[in-house]
Each structure stands twice: as C-alpha cells, then as structure tokens.
C-alpha cells in the first residue's frame, strides 16, 4: 500500500500481437492511476512482439514462456504479480485512462468487494462502434446471472480487476478449457466474494473477423463444459431443473450453430438431449433450431 492506493499488477497476455500490444501498453501506461506493476506474458511469439517489448524495458516486465494459450499466459502473469490487486487486459484491447482510478475508488471503499468489471465500448477492427456491453441489469447472485444468460461480466479478460489473494481461495484459469476460461474463473469468484460493475464504459473491445466460425463452435462447447463443472456451485435449491433449463439454452445454442453449419444430424442430437434435460423449454429450443434454418443471423 502507497499514499497513492495499492499496487495494481496489470496482466497482459501476448502472442504473436506486434499488430497491438503497443496499443495496448500505452493504455495502460498512460493511466491516471499510477501505481501500476504491468506484466506482458509473451506466449511464445513468432513475430515482433519482442523487439516491441524491448522497447519499454524498465517500465513494463516481460514474462516469456512457451506457447501455452490465454490460461497459460494469464496464470503466468498472475504467478508474477507483486501488486495485492491483479487487473487483466487482452493485448488486442485497450483503456480509456480513468479506467483503474474508478475501479480503484469502488474496491478500496469497500473491502468486501472481491473483483469487479466496467461497462465496455464494442468496436469492429477499423474501430467503427458497434454496441455497448453494459452491467448486469439484474441484481442478485452473478452465479446464479451467468447460469441463466441473464448477464455477464462486461469487459471480461480486458475489463476484470480480482484481488489477488483470492486466486490462492478459488485457483488460477483453467487450463484444460479451449475458450470461456474467463466465464469459469468469474464463476469461481462469484461462489466466494462479491461483484460489482461500474456502469461508465471504460474498456474498448475489439471484435475480430478472422476465425469467427471456428472459435464460436469451441466457445459452444467450452461453455458447455464450463457449466457442468461448476454446478456444484449453485445453491443445492438450484442444481436440479434451474441447471437443467440453463444447460438445456446453451445446448439450444450449439443446435443451432451445428444446423447452420450443415451438420445437421448432431444439431438434432443436441436438440434432443437438451428437450429430455428441460422439456419445458422445448419452446425456445425448437425456436432456436427453426431460427437456424430459416438462416436468422443472432446466434
């Protein structure tokens, strides 16, 4: 603790991203906040992030390791932060520069608060907005929220500050998980502290076009094993027909992308399991599945 506030570890993963990081960096450099303890993990990189990185020695720390994926890296940085708060920013993404001043002010004013996100700017690669990712507009349990799809953490791997004596509580980012690893570990803290979110969009995401088919069908999948693992920490009240509804959307979900996908066989077993899991939500199901094939774009 300085007269300044806390130390804060800034936790940014990198791989292969010469194309930003230095974006990223300077948002992170340039804070209002200053005490600020920032770490690249560089995840193996083939291309010039390095040299980039080389650029700010004796302002930022360079963690290099090899190629792991994203839980990797963010484990690593975690591993190495000296700061009581640890703050995560994709390398992809950027900050506006109040962004850790105002989370600051909220976790520092109380105690209790064990992570919270901000609100987030949407923009697409030529940086034309595209939506606003707002808090939860329901109160309550966020374990209970994210279970439902009635909201989720704004900002998510570039927008979460944790103190960072709760990772030795609830452990670090799954490793096995090949998406939604952030989705787990904001479980994981819910079950054990609380959560707030500042409402004023502070973060900047980036959305990116390349490789939306293929992650969007492992994000299907991880979130399907994401909520088996973690029904355990729903209250015994809820592990029965609630996780079964919530399991039986996110199979809805998979149906559908499956179905546009032209396989439309396992689209159909999936529709069925998750018709046998929540009957009563055979109406959003087959809604979903008939959305796919009239070729309807939200999924």
């Known amino acids: 603790m300085s007269s300044s506030g806390p130390l804060v570890s800034v936790v940014i993963p990198a791989y292969n991203a010469a194309w930003c990081v230095e974006r990223a960096l300077c948002s992170v450099l340039g804070q209002d906040y200053p005490c600020l303890d920032v770490i690249v993990v560089d995840d193996g990189s083939t291309d010039a992030t390095p040299q980039i990185l080389e650029k700010y020695r004796g302002r930022v720390r360079v963690v290099r390791k090899e190629n792991g994926g994203l ?6 940085g975690i591993a190495s932060a000296r700061g009581d708060y640890v703050a995560f920013l994709d390398a992809d993404d950027f900050w506006f520069p109040q962004k850790l001043s105002r989370q600051m002010a909220v976790m520092t004013a109380d105690p209790a608060l064990g992570f919270t996100s901000t609100a987030a700017l949407v923009v697409a690669e030529d940086g034309s907005p595209l939506s606003v990712w707002r808090c939860p507009s329901k109160q309550g349990c966020l374990t209970t929220a994210i279970f439902s799809r009635l909201s989720a953490v704004p900002g998510s791997g570039s927008g979460v500050v944790v103190r960072r004596d709760l990772f030795s509580r609830v452990g670090l980012f799954d490793e096995r998980l090949r998406s939604v690893e952030d989705v787990d570990m904001w479980l994981r803290l819910s079950a054990v502290t609380s959560y707030a979110c500042l409402e004023e969009p502070l973060v900047v ?5 390349s490789g939306m088919s293929r992650n969007a069908q492992v994000m299907r999948a991880s979130m399907l094993a994401v909520l088996r ?8 009240s809820l592990r029965g027909a609630f996780w079964r509804a919530a399991y039986a959307s996110a199979l809805a979900d998979a149906a559908k992308w499956e179905y546009r996908k032209g396989r439309k066989v396992w689209a159909l077993t999936l529709l069925a399991r998750g018709l046998c899991l929540s009957p009563w939500r055979s109406g959003r199901l087959l809604a979903g599945l008939g959305a796919a094939m009239l070729g309807a774009r939200d999924v």
Do not use: C
């Open 71 to 76: 839980s990797s890296a963010r484990n690593a």
């Open 229 to 236: 693992k973690n029904r355990v920490l729903l209250p015994p």
């Open 205 to 209: 995401i980036v959305r990116h076009g």
